[in-house]
């Protein structure tokens, strides 16, 4: 009897913390810069043993920001110790696969009728990471049907050439970053992806029964796409909120902020809505990919999924940008 009630109290205790915790997440910051950029760090978890976002508000909240690339941006370099900062490919979940850098991630879905990859590394480590990554992870490459590509950046975009003229594979860009690979001077050293299918939104992406809905969310680039899917962990299924694109390097205006944070929000809205418990982007940076991934090995009988971080952080991941993004934004309002 003793030992119920002595439950139940630290039942209430537990509960009492985690609702000042969650307050202190959700309470709306005051409208400064301070008061966002505390927000933003506040939100960043890694206390009471939440999931952490640390790299995503040290990008964001700390570091300087970022110029955007112009057209005539120099050309990607290729790192002659690229191969050294190749990662093991992984395995993710009964239905999703990871190649990539400490940095970039490729994710690979498999159905049952050819694979939907998303996002492509630089032009020089494509083939390595994901011809060979494929390959090793015993999947063929010739298997891949559709390639999304989350923003036209180098280091997504540098293998849709590759993907689409080799394995005629489709590649799904929003129309802004096809007008980018279009006008970029030098950015494409073994030649364009030719412009093929245009993301809009809602968008679906089906193959052997598997989607990929996609969503515009324009700001770190104008056609940066957004993604929601379902993995199976162990046959469980769980829902994937895909995010796009993260730091500031657009235009640093104010309106160009405004166009980031209604994509930010809307998505994180759709996040929400279907449920997901897992984000993942194309930067481990941000989502915690490649580290969270080899903890995968360690993993107990029992234990949630490493990438599945919960409903609750994947919206303490959108508050940070919002936070981060609304701070740069009175900084620049008050120039
Ligand atoms: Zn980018």
């Not at 910051?29 to 790299?55: Q, V, W």
């Not at 640093?252 to 929400?272: C, E, G, M, Q, W």
Request: charged share 20%; glycine share 10%; proline share 6%.
């Amino acid at each position: 009897m003793r030992n119920s009630k002595w439950n139940i109290a630290c039942a209430l205790v537990v509960l009492v913390f985690m609702g000042a915790a969650d307050a202190q997440t959700l309470r709306p910051a005051p409208d400064s810069i301070e008061g966002h950029l505390a927000a933003g760090k506040n939100a960043s978890g890694g206390r009471d043993d939440t999931p952490d976002f640390y790299g995503l508000v040290t990008a964001l909240c700390v570091a300087p920001l970022n110029a955007p690339a112009r057209p005539d941006a120099p050309a990607p370099r290729e790192n002659p110790n690229r191969r050294s900062t190749y990662l093991e490919p992984k395995k993710a979940f009964d239905d999703l696969y990871w190649m990539g850098t400490p940095s970039r991630s490729t994710w690979a879905l498999t159905t049952g009728d050819g694979i939907i990859l998303y996002d492509t590394q630089g032009v020089y480590d494509a083939e390595d990471v994901i011809v060979g990554g494929l390959k090793k992870l015993g999947l063929d490459p010739a298997k891949v049907k559709y390639v999304l590509i989350s923003h036209a950046h180098q280091n997504e975009v540098g293998g849709a050439k590759l993907m689409q003229e080799r394995y005629g594979a489709h590649i799904v860009m929003g129309a802004g970053d096809w007008d980018m690979v279009d006008e970029s001077i030098n950015g494409f050293p073994k030649g364009k992806p030719k412009r093929d299918i245009v993301a809009t939104d809602g968008m679906k992406i089906t193959i052997g029964g598997r989607t990929v809905t996609i969503y515009l969310m324009p700001g770190h680039t104008p056609g940066t796409i957004g993604g929601i899917f379902q993995v199976h962990d162990h046959g469980k299924p769980l829902t994937v909120a895909y995010s796009g694109g993260t730091e500031f390097n657009f235009v640093n205006d104010v309106p160009h902020f405004d166009t980031y944070l209604a994509s930010l929000r809307k998505f994180a809205a759709i996040a929400a809505a279907a449920g997901a418990t897992i984000i993942m982007g194309n930067q481990s940076q941000f989502d915690n990919a490649a580290w969270r991934l080899r903890m995968l090995a360690d993993r107990r009988p029992g234990e949630p999924h490493p990438l599945d971080v919960g409903a609750a952080a994947v919206a303490r991941y959108f508050k940070i940008e919002d936070e981060c993004a609304q701070a740069v934004r009175l900084k620049l309002l008050a120039k």
